[in-house]
């Protein structure tokens, strides 16, 4: 007796299931993909905010330190990657703090705290709650580093 292998006919059942498949897709897992894939951006653009700031204030006396903080904050709102994730800083402080208190130099380390807010790329209506996807996400950020000596010492 001879086998003979019955495969599905070509008559077009295909496109029956290409389309709610295509809208499944394009509908449920293409946005919030997008929104996911954009906050790694927004977090990597708050970082980048932060590190200024930080860089900026330990390269000044702490009674500079406002002085500092907005100026690297003008420079990151000029840069592209804060246009586009549409970024505001919500928070911003410096702080300064003696490490090691027996040796005799005054401050060792800048620290600065940071906290933005990222709008969503794409507006998803069915997931409007979940923050990143569909309502506004804040970013904390803290960061430090050694203060710079202007040659008192």
């Known amino acids: 007796m001879k ?3 019955r495969g599905r006919k070509s008559s077009g059942h295909e496109f029956v299931e290409f ?12 946005p919030p993909m997008l929104d996911l894939l954009y906050l790694g ?3 990597a653009a708050g970082w980048y905010l932060n590190h200024l700031q930080c860089r900026e204030v330990a390269c000044v006396p702490p ?20 246009k586009f994730v549409k970024g505001r800083e919500t928070f911003s402080d410096a702080q300064f703090e003696d490490r090691n208190p027996t040796d005799n130099y ?11 807010q990222i709008q969503p790329f794409l507006q ?10 569909g309502a506004p996400i804040e970013f904390a950020y803290r960061s430090e580093r050694p203060q710079e000596e202007y040659g008192i010492n």
Do not use: H, M, Q
Request: aromatic residues 8%; proline residues 7%; charged residues 15%.
């Open 106 to 116: 005054p401050i060792d380390t800048a620290i600065v705290s940071t906290r933005i």
């Open 63 to 82: 009674a500079r330190k406002a002085d500092s903080l907005a100026r690297a904050r003008v420079a990151w709102e000029a840069s592209t990657l804060a």
């Open 124 to 133: 998803i209506p069915f997931l409007g709650s979940v923050p990143g996807i």
């Open 3 to 5: 086998y003979r292998a």
């Open 19 to 30: 389309a709610p498949a295509l809208f499944i897709l394009l509908v449920c897992i293409v």
């Open 41 to 43: 951006i927004a977090y």
